[in-house]
């Protein structure tokens, strides 16, 4: 029996941006689908039961966001979508995007690694007893990266203070993302985003682990911070 290859949806009004991801994604090994409006996307997952959805923002007939709001109500949030622009670039787009509660916003013109990467990013291979592959959402793809950075910090032993300083952000917007670190993944308190950093393998020994002199190298500020 063959063994499953996940599929991906692409829906952008361009076609030679869909022919070409096409390409790029098949070479890769993942099967693709294809519309260019809401009532082809909405008939293209109700066909294939996509693993995926790459959407761009700005369609010809209607909002990308909209048809990702839709698909969000109908499929209560199991699709995992990755939003792309050629038009709205700017951070503060990306910004929106993601707080809609897309995977991951991408800016045209892609690279074809940088876009495979994103996707399989989003996706986590796994095996089933029948040597199938299936695909399952990582337990840490919805929160941000500065999200990830916070935790993986707090499951290195760090206090609130010390990641506020090693980011070079305050201590009250640390509090703000751990509320959305314990939110998402539907936890209750720090010490259990803790255990499930460590039982996902997201904690690490690393330079950001607090030194035991107590000394402490500042960094700059991360451009996509808060």
Do not use: C
Not at 147 to 166: D, F, H, P, W, Y
Not at 175 to 196: M, Y
């Amino acid at each position: 029996m063959a063994r499953h290859r996940p599929t991906l949806l692409v829906v952008d009004d361009n076609d030679l941006f869909r022919a070409w991801v096409r390409e790029v994604l098949e070479r890769a090994g993942f099967d693709v689908a294809e519309a260019t409006d809401a009532d082809g996307t909405f008939d293209a997952v109700e066909r294939t039961r996509p693993d995926l959805v790459l959407l761009d923002v700005r369609l010809s007939l209607t909002s990308g966001y909209e048809i990702h709001r839709e698909l969000s109500d109908r499929y209560t949030g199991s699709i995992p979508v990755i939003f792309v622009s050629g038009e709205r670039t700017e951070p503060y787009d990306r910004a929106a995007g993601l707080l809609l509660g897309a995977d991951d916003y991408l800016v045209k013109p892609v690279d074809p690694d940088e876009l495979v990467t994103r996707v399989r990013r989003s996706l986590r291979w796994k095996r089933d007893g029948n040597g199938h592959i299936t695909v399952a959402t990582e337990p840490f793809d919805e929160l941000t990266a500065r999200e990830r950075e916070v935790l993986m910090l707090l499951a290195n032993g760090m206090s609130t203070k010390q990641i506020a300083s090693e980011l070079v952000i305050t201590p009250r917007t640390i509090g703000t993302h751990v509320q959305h670190i314990l939110g998402k993944l539907g936890v209750h308190s720090r010490a259990e985003a803790v255990a499930f950093a460590h039982r996902g393998g997201l904690a690490e020994v690393s330079a950001h682990a607090a030194p035991a002199s107590g000394q402490r190298t500042r960094r700059r500020p991360v451009a996509a911070a808060s």
